[in-house]
């Protein structure tokens, strides 16, 4: 059921609201009550209602310091603000504090009822999205480790132009490594053509697993790295505290990981350790000297630490990662700029390509690395795309099982239009609602309706009605009639108006039509109200 909580300082008004409807009915439950703010904030923090009808003006502590105090301690509870006309000002500022609804007193109890099952709908909308949400939090955790990894091999391959946008990603993808004294090193399996032969790939995935926990059990107290699969090899990456260790200490702990993976699994490893840099910016520079390092088993042997020092390192100048095209990819999505994004799609492509032709491993990295910062995007921009995102999820293991360039692009392409389109649909109707609110404000005084309104934006009444329902949170004639009313209180100021005129000027025809559709909203005739306002 749905909790709901009464505040106004009238017992009478409380009463009235929780006899006059059957609540139970509609499964709601009136929870609490209390005939003061300071009374009111207790026990809403103890009994954490989903809606609150109170008063603007009461003793101890207001309306608004109420919901200022409800607002700061982050209750997700709704309010429905009770006003008097003098107190419309207040209502205002009710609203800015985030209030979902204000009701003019005296209030029909048809009246709180209906706002009250509007403000329903609202949540269990936001409920439903907060699930999604989850939901979708929750699969791109499940591929967080892969986006990670793939993350790491792109930067490890490719120099890297902004370490500041790099670091960020190292935070959003828990990566544990700082930015200093880095050393890359590649474990690789010696006769590893046989190991294949003579073991599956599920016992080989296990060979794998367990090089991974002696590393971990052999690190000690080199708490800053992390390790990956890459094909057949394993990477250790490592952020040692000090430069002298590596010399001392970080070989005497590779050693130890080698001798330990020979002793218990019965088959050796060859151990390639990278040249030393001081930053992430040329992390792929100490990889580079790695794989070369790992190179040059041939000539040395197997069951080896190989370092640096072993080899005549080569020049070598990997692709590096198209961090500019993929901000322009993100871009041409928020702007949605259908064919900036696939310029942009086709320069990222293009851009790997610049400095010769990337492995296909180097293709799958930069591309899987794209999709998490894409899905990221979507995240933090609280964008749903729950319709398809069961399929696109899927596409991280299909980009890995690409076997061309052309497949790995399409799949791209198929993940990214899927996304535009969707971000599209979002947009297009929250400016439609946009465009209509804009010609009722321009055009309050004249004749307008669902259907005038419908045929300027080129869409049915029905699907206006219903976008402005859960754009606004009221339906269109309710809008309407409310600003129209609004409108005319500005008129009513002048005393050389006639009602009929003022009735007129704000779109009623008939002035008894407006005359009570005006003391609908305000509880008072127009001639009462201009009399309170001139006296």
Not at 7 to 33: A, K, P
Request: negative net charge.
């Amino acid at each position: 059921m749905y909790k709901l909580f009464l505040v106004d300082d009238e017992i009478d008004l409380i009463e009235g609201i929780r006899s006059s409807i059957d609540w139970t009915f509609y499964d709601i439950e009136i929870c609490g009550e209390a005939d003061n703010g300071i009374t009111a904030l207790e026990k809403i923090l103890l009994l954490n209602p989903d809606i609150i009808i109170m008063d603007i003006r009461m003793p101890k502590m207001n309306g608004l310091e109420l919901l200022q105090n409800i607002t700061s301690h982050k209750l997700k509870s709704k309010c429905i603000i009770l006003s008097g006309y003098d107190d419309f000002s207040y209502a205002k500022k009710a609203i800015e504090l985030n209030a979902s609804n204000y009701l003019l007193k005296p209030c029909r109890p048809k009246d709180i009822l209906e706002s009250v099952l509007d403000i329903i709908k609202v949540i269990e909308k936001e409920n439903i999205k907060e699930d999604l949400l989850k939901k979708y939090q929750i699969e791109f955790n499940e591929n967080l480790p892969t986006i990670k990894e793939n993350f790491l091999k792109t930067i490890l391959k490719n120099p890297i132009g902004d370490s500041y946008d790099i670091l960020n990603k190292f935070e959003s993808f828990n990566i544990n490594l700082r930015n200093s004294n880095l050393v890359v090193n590649i474990i690789t399996l010696d006769y590893s053509t046989v190991l294949h032969e003579l073991y599956s790939n599920i016992d080989i995935y296990n060979i794998k697993i367990s090089i991974k926990n002696f590393i971990k059990l052999c690190m000690n107290e080199l708490n800053f790295y992390e390790v990956l699969e890459d094909e057949d090899d394993i990477i250790l990456v490592i952020s040692l505290d000090k430069k002298e260790d590596f010399n001392s200490y970080l070989l005497e702990v590779l050693n130890n990981i080698k001798n330990s993976i020979k002793l218990s699994l019965g088959f050796s490893v060859t151990i390639a350790v990278g040249s030393l840099v001081d930053s992430l910016t040329n992390i792929n520079e100490s990889y580079s000297s790695a794989n070369i390092a790992i190179g040059s088993k041939f000539f040395l042997g197997d069951d080896r630490l190989i370092t640096p020092d072993d080899i005549n390192i080569i020049d070598y100048k990997p692709n590096s990662y198209p961090v500019n095209e993929e901000l322009e990819i993100i871009n041409s999505l928020r702007i949605l700029d259908e064919s900036s994004l696939k310029e942009s799609i086709d320069r990222f492509y293009t851009y790997l390509f610049s400095n010769g032709t990337p492995s296909k491993s180097h293709m799958k990295s930069a591309t899987l690395s794209l999709l998490g910062s894409v899905y990221k995007f979507c995240i933090e921009s609280d964008i749903d795309i729950n319709s398809s995102s069961n399929r696109e999820l899927s596409a991280f293991d299909k980009i890995l099982q690409c076997s061309t360039l052309s497949e790995i692009k399409d799949q791209i392409r198929l993940i990214l239009n899927s996304i535009f389109y969707k971000i599209n649909d979002i947009e297009k109707h929250n400016s439609l609602v946009k465009i209509a609110v804009n010609y009722i404000t321009q055009n309050y005084n004249k004749d307008i309706s669902l259907e005038s309104i419908s045929k300027q934006i080129y869409i049915t009444p029905g699907y206006l009605s219903q976008l402005f329902k859960q754009e606004i949170g009221i339906n269109f004639l309710e809008f309407v009639n409310k600003y129209r009313i609004e409108k005319s209180k500005e008129f009513l100021k002048d005393k050389t108006l006639k009602n009929y005129e003022i009735a007129t000027l704000v779109g009623y025809s008939n002035e008894k039509h407006f005359s009570k559709t005006f003391k609908k909203y305000t509880g008072l005739t127009p001639t009462k109200y201009k009399d309170s306002i001139n006296s």
